[in-house]
């Protein structure tokens, strides 16, 4: 089976301007969530999708943004990015259940200057 | 809202001695937990995960966690630590409510020193 596959794999951006990344979840699994893991932390939930619907969200704010996919794929968009979005960002798929295991990607590690 | 924490962010143990990661979660309700590690410049990958159908759970690579109740802990153990068990270790809690959150401790950095 396909495992979640993100990219791209870094990035480089200037503060101000916006980002999209990239996640294609594990075959089978019809639910995405995506997590902020900034240097030395563990990961932050963002939010999670389900049937192309948000259905869940951390305390992140609304320059944070998803879309989900009729193939479960997923993006990320981060919009007037700031300093402190710099971070490991990771794409997790899972059957949907609040006990389903979360399958992640490697992530993309984002850097903003 | 459900948390963990995870007492010590480095331990180093010897090669071959016991692995002990600590976990404490705080939970109104059994909830689901699980450790995962992750290896540098990789995303985590799921060790155990508790369902409470065992207080004793079994992992991969020899891991193992029991679930204590009364002491709200979850902690993580290998007998014999090998060198190819360095990694970051985190513990993680899932909420019971409408969407699946999981809600992830600080890590634990492992340095296996031979």
């Known amino acids: 089976e396909t495992g979640v596959t993100q990219s791209p794999t870094h990035l480089i951006k200037t503060r101000g301007q916006q980002v999209t990344l990239r996640c294609s979840s594990q075959s089978g699994h019809n639910t995405v969530s995506w997590y902020q893991q900034a240097l030395g932390q563990g990961p932050q939930f963002i939010f999670q999708?389900?049937?192309?619907?948000?259905?869940g969200r951390g305390n992140f704010p609304p320059r944070f943004s998803g879309l989900q996919f009729p193939n479960y794929s997923s993006e990320l968009n981060v919009n007037a990015l700031e300093l402190d979005d710099s971070a490991l960002y990771l794409c997790?798929?899972?059957?949907?259940?609040?006990?389903?295991?979360?399958?992640f990607g490697n992530g993309t590690r984002l850097t903003v200057t | 809202a459900q948390s963990v924490t995870q007492l010590g962010s480095h331990v180093s143990v010897s090669e071959g001695a016991l692995v002990l990661l600590r976990c404490n979660y705080s939970s109104s309700v059994p909830p689901y937990l699980f450790w995962y590690v992750q290896y540098p410049n990789q995303g985590l990958q799921l060790l155990l995960k508790y369902t409470s159908a065992a207080t004793l759970v079994k992992g991969i690579n020899g891991f193992e966690a029991e679930f204590k109740k009364s002491e709200t802990s979850f902690h993580l153990t290998k007998p014999s630590a090998h060198m190819s068990d360095a990694a970051e270790y985190f513990c993680a809690v899932s909420e019971t409510g409408g969407y699946q959150k999981v809600t992830f401790g600080t890590g634990t950095k492992l340095q296996v020193i031979p």
């Open positions: 997790a798929s899972s059957p949907r259940g609040a006990g389903a295991p979360l399958h």
């Open positions: 999708y389900y049937r192309e619907e948000e259905n």
